[in-house]
């Protein structure tokens, strides 16, 4: 019994500890950005990261859970509004909905944004363009769009 208490400080510890070791700026306590793909489709921001994961912190998922890895994630995106829509020890993908602003007539704005660690590899995708950055903890300047209209088809005069 003591040595599973001993275990288990020793684990608690670590990750305490952990954050401070973590001076690359890519780097988020157990958290290694690789990069980040925005795909803007009408106001929504559709967002997948790459990333790495410590050797030691694999085993705490599977104790408690990726909630941790989760927050840590939101807190790396640094948007308040993300939807998970999945996540695993490589990868995830989030939701913000009303990332861009509207102007009417299928025409956005994606606002510039900071990011909470320099993203080696920041791809933003509109269906006109895709920009991409290294090396970039912030989308600069921001960028216009025009939405892929989906055109209601009128199935009534079909024969």
């Known amino acids: 019994m003591r040595a599973r208490a001993v275990a288990l400080l020793i684990l608690i510890s670590v ?6 070791f973590a001076a690359n700026e890519d ?14 489709n ?15 912190t694999r085993f705490i998922f599977f104790l408690f859970g990726k909630q941790d890895l989760k927050n840590k994630l939101l807190k790396i995106l640094n948007y308040d509004d993300a939807q998970m829509i999945h996540i695993d020890l490589n990868s995830a993908e989030f939701s913000v909905n009303n990332a861009s602003f509207s102007y009417g007539n299928g025409i ?16 933003v995708k509109s269906p006109q363009v895709t920009r991409n950055l290294t090396m970039a903890n912030q989308f600069p300047g921001g960028m216009g ?10 199935v009534s005069g079909l024969k």
């Open 27 to 40: 780097r988020y306590s157990y958290i290694t950005v690789e990069d980040v793909q925005i795909q803007l």
């Open 108 to 123: 956005y704005w994606y606002p510039s944004h900071d990011f909470n660690v320099v993203i080696p590899t920041l791809t």
């Open 15 to 20: 990750c305490i500890v952990a954050p401070a």
């Open 42 to 56: 009408n106001g929504t921001a559709l967002i997948h990261v790459n990333y790495t994961v410590d050797e030691g």
């Open 145 to 154: 769009y025009f939405a892929h209209e989906e055109i209601p088809l009128n």
